[in-house]
């Protein structure tokens, strides 16, 4: 889930040229993937070994990232375990976790 904030961000960030179009369909095959495999495998697949899905560390304790181009652009997200939902926290095309 993204919320509209984050959702107007992105807009903006690909049409200042940010980040590239095609991180939207990146983005949309990356939920895809978590509904079709549920989480658990897919933090296991290869696709998440390729976003270099991993854990955040001190004030983003309990929040992921992924990598959404060579530039350095991170999606920061939240898996609730109770529900198969993920939050989207933040979408930044740099290596920005503040």
Same mark, same amino acid.
């Not at 495998?41 to 929040?63: M, N, T």
């Given at each position: ?8 961000? !992105? %807009?903006?960030? *690909?049409? @200042?040229?940010?980040?590239?179009? +095609?991180?939207?369909? =990146?983005?949309? /095959?990356?939920?895809?993937?978590? $509904?079709? =495999?549920?989480?658990? $495998?897919?933090?296991? @697949? !290869? /696709?998440?070994?390729? !976003? +270099? ?9 309990? $929040?992921?990232?992924?990598? =959404? ?5 991170? !999606? ?7 529900? *198969?939902?993920?939050?989207? *926290?933040?979408?930044?095309? %740099?290596? %920005?976790?503040?």
């Amino acid at each position: 889930m993204i919320n509209e904030k984050i959702q107007s961000q !992105l %807009d903006k960030d *690909i049409k @200042s040229g940010k980040f590239a179009k +095609e991180v939207r369909e =990146l983005i949309a /095959f990356w939920k895809s993937e978590i $509904e079709d =495999l549920g989480y658990e $495998e897919y933090i296991v @697949s !290869l /696709f998440a070994v390729s !976003l +270099e899905d991993h854990q955040l560390a001190g004030k983003r304790q309990g $929040e992921r990232s992924i990598i =959404l181009n060579q530039t350095g652009g991170r !999606l920061i997200y939240k898996y609730y375990k109770n529900k *198969i939902v993920v939050k989207v *926290i933040k979408i930044t095309p %740099d290596h %920005d976790y503040n």
